[in-house]
């Protein structure tokens, strides 16, 4: 696919977005009730059309960073949720009710964890301060298509680039007649003064932020085919570095002027990101070039092991996760893939050795249970597949698969009620009537649990329900 075709695609998913999102809501001030449908209708969407990286090692990583931020801020009104969107542009947004987005790019391009809390923590602001909100709340038409335009230029990922996203950007805006796509100057200053202080709190470096802007003014000098979205819906850089800059040095004693600091943590999420949701072979040559360099660095041999793996050499990446693990023998990160590439290998044995050290560091694991569940099931050991995912589901539900799975081994114990009813949950979670409807209706003329046949007529009625209010649409 051509990068115009591409583009193109994207400008039809963002009307489609538009139309989606073009329900009005109040006039009067947007609450946080309200904010949070919007967000709602928002994520139903994205969630459809966009792509999400949703490696549950990466997503907790981010999620840890930007909860050690929220820990230190009073208390809030919404419950944060952090999303990695995989896309090359340098880019991270907010919106309404606690949503923040980073593309895969922006954090690709990051050294320190430092950098990536100084992006959490100013998009944290953003939302603290109601800018977005603020902005609907003062617009003479309100509508969902407000919120569309505001994010429009930072879900194309692409800027000011080109005709198709200027034009999309454009069309989006002129729906919405009174708000900007760039939050204001002002918006922007007092994001950065409250990051700052965010930050301090919560023992990471200020500096981090100015970092990472100094990359992504970087990247607008050295590619200008690949305008970074985030200094279109971000404006100021100069001027914000300059104030970041000069506040640090006028406050030598605020913990959010410490040095920043390279933490093992972060430099394992970033080896894992490039290496598993990076360009194939740019990864394969960088962690190989990586090991050469400092052979007894255990993040390279990580970043080396994965990328073989990503490119089916399991017999190359078991060595290099060995000598890994060799530096680092309890990290659960490492232990959870050499458990993984064994379980793809057909080596069950091994796979739930290793996966069983991985949940014995990290006993909440969700990775390493569900792997452990898919070994378990391969190897025959039913019973132990069927306890280790009803855990799993329980820690996280809806996690994905995990219900497919289960009413899988379900059916394989003869357990057909429960076979039934967690396939009908899975189908209902991916949004596939029919299979959901089939499943569920057999389910309640099989199980004796009344409180499960409670949630079964439950769910019936939803679908039903849906399905008549598309009836009426159409």
């Known amino acids: 696919m051509t990068d115009l075709i591409k583009l193109l695609y994207r400008g039809?998913?963002?009307i489609l977005i538009i139309a989606v999102l073009a329900a009005p809501i109040t006039a009067a001030a947007i609450t946080p009730k309200e904010e949070e449908a919007l967000s709602r209708e928002f994520m139903k969407v994205a969630e459809t059309h966009f792509e999400f990286i949703k490696d549950p090692l990466l997503v907790d990583y981010v999620n840890q960073v930007g909860n050690r931020i929220l820990s230190a801020m009073p208390p809030q009104p919404f419950n944060y949720r952090f999303y990695i969107i995989k896309e090359d542009a340098y880019n991270a947004f907010a919106i309404p009710a606690g949503h923040i987005f980073i593309n895969s790019g922006l954090m690709a391009a990051m050294e320190t964890e430092d950098e990536l809390a100084g992006i959490l923590g100013h998009e944290i602001a953003h939302v603290t301060a109601r800018h977005i909100s603020d902005r609907i709340k003062r617009s003479k038409k309100l509508s969902m298509v407000a919120l569309a335009g505001m994010v429009a230029g930072a879900f194309l990922g692409v800027g000011g680039s080109t005709e198709a996203a200027q034009a999309v950007t454009s069309g989006a805006m002129a729906a919405s007649q009174s708000l900007s796509l760039a939050y204001s100057r002002e918006d922007e200053r007092q994001a950065d003064q409250l990051g700052l202080h965010y930050l301090g709190k919560a023992g990471y470096s200020g500096r981090g932020l100015l970092d990472i802007m100094q990359k992504i003014r970087s990247k607008q000098w050295h590619d200008?085919?690949?305008?970074?979205?985030?200094?279109?819906t971000h404006p100021g850089s100069e001027e914000r570095m300059a104030n970041i800059d000069t506040w640090l040095a006028q406050n030598p004693d605020d913990p959010a002027s410490s040095p920043v600091?390279?933490?093992?943590?972060f430099a394992r999420a970033h080896a894992r990101l490039v290496a598993q949701h990076g360009d194939e072979m740019l990864a394969l040559q960088r962690f190989k070039q990586a090991v050469e360099r400092a052979p007894e660095d255990p993040v390279a041999r990580y970043g080396y092991a994965l990328a073989l793996a990503r490119k089916g050499d399991a017999a190359g990446a078991i060595p290099q996760l060995r000598k890994a693990l060799e530096k680092r023998a309890f990290d659960p990160y490492?232990?959870?893939?050499?458990g993984r590439i064994y379980f793809l290998s057909g080596q069950y044995q091994d796979a739930m050795n290793s996966l069983r050290g991985a949940l014995g560091v990290e006993p909440d694991n969700p990775e390493a249970l569900f792997l452990l569940s898919r070994t378990q099931m391969e190897a025959g050991l039913l019973r132990e597949a069927a306890k280790t995912l009803e855990g799993l589901m329980t820690l996280r539900p809806g996690y994905p698969k995990a219900s497919f799975f289960l009413g899988k081994t379900y059916g394989g114990l003869g357990r057909m009620d429960q076979a039934h009813y967690?396939?009908?949950?899975?189908?209902?979670?991916?949004a596939d009537r029919k299979n959901a409807v089939f499943h569920l209706e057999r389910a309640l003329s099989l199980l004796a649990d009344d409180s499960r046949k409670t949630q079964v007529r439950k769910?019936?009625?939803?679908?039903?329900k849906e399905k008549g209010k598309k009836a009426e649409k159409s």
């Open 224 to 232: 200008t085919n690949r305008f970074p979205g985030y200094l279109s």
């Open 12 to 14: 039809a998913r963002l």
């Open 261 to 265: 600091k390279r933490t093992f943590g």
């Open 422 to 430: 967690f396939l009908g949950l899975f189908y209902h979670e991916n």
């Open 334 to 338: 490492f232990l959870n893939d050499m």
């Open 459 to 464: 769910l019936l009625r939803e679908i039903r």
